[in-house]
């Protein structure tokens, strides 16, 4: 394991195919922070996001085909882990989460092991209607009786974790749909971590196009509905699997 100042913090952004933006980004990350450590995870991208993530400063690391963003997460926080880093947050390549806010949801760790950037929670403008946003409340509600917390948005990807959570991820982190954000939330929640909530406003995607017909997101509350019945499932058997 390498020794890593006590102050570093990894950032760690998933990629697929995001050639176009992944380069700014990295480079708006490095400029919010002279502590922030970039590492994209390039997530058998077929175009040329590796060496745009380079050229920006970033270290990059492969994966030899697609294996979805809690793949390439899992990927980013066993490098920590290995590293010797004891703080890591997610920063998604297509350009919503906004570097400026890194610091913001890392505040968070001060007082819980996970910090999520939350986009329902009185800042900003980000808005879902309709089944997707049925879901997302749902989903929300569930899983703050689980955390005996309130949490407004447990399905963003923008979120920090410490010490224990990073070697809690490098153990168990799902690549299905869904699990790189409510399963893997529940199992850590089941396991003893906590968490906590920061408000953040979300930017508009800079690259590609996200799924908001009424088919997509109809789709979206039922997968929801059962990836968090497999998420409350797992996540107790797995807890009972752990000596305390």
């Known amino acids: 394991m390498s020794s890593i ?8 952004v998933p990629a697929w195919n995001e050639a176009g933006i ?3 980004t990295v480079r708006e990350i490095r400029a919010a922070g002279d502590r922030y450590d970039v590492v994209v ?3 058998g991208s077929s175009d040329d996001t590796a060496r745009q993530a380079r050229a920006a400063g970033a270290t990059v690391l492969p994966l030899p085909f697609n294996m979805g963003v809690g793949g390439a997460m899992r990927t980013g926080f066993t490098y920590a882990q290995r590293r010797g880093y004891t703080r890591a947050i997610q920063v998604d390549a297509d350009g919503q989460h906004n570097p400026a806010d890194i610091e913001k949801v890392l505040a968070g760790l001060d007082h819980a092991d996970i910090s999520i950037g939350a986009r329902f929670a009185d800042v900003g403008d980000y808005d879902a209607r309709g089944p997707r946003r049925w879901a ?3 989903l929300a509600g569930t899983v703050s009786r689980v955390a005996k917390t309130r949490l407004t948005d447990v399905t963003s990807g923008f979120r920090a974790a410490g010490r224990r959570a990073i070697d809690q991820y490098v153990r168990y982190y799902p690549a299905e749909y ?10 850590a929640l089941h396991s003893g971590l906590t ?3 920061v408000p953040v406003a979300m930017r508009p995607r800079a ?7 009424p088919l997509g997101a109809t789709v979206y509350l039922l ?3 059962f990836a968090l019945s497999l998420a409350l499932m797992r996540g107790r058997r797995g807890a009972e699997e752990v000596p305390a």
């Open 41 to 43: 995870v390039d997530d």
């Open 207 to 213: 690259h590609g196009k996200p799924s908001q017909n």
């Open 223 to 225: 997968r929801s509905v």
């Open 5 to 12: 100042p006590a102050d570093r913090v990894l950032v760690i």
């Open 22 to 24: 992944v380069g700014t």
């Open 136 to 138: 997302m409340t749902f």
């Open 195 to 197: 968490v906590t909530q």
């Open 178 to 187: 869904l699990g790189d954000t409510v399963d893997s939330l529940v199992s």
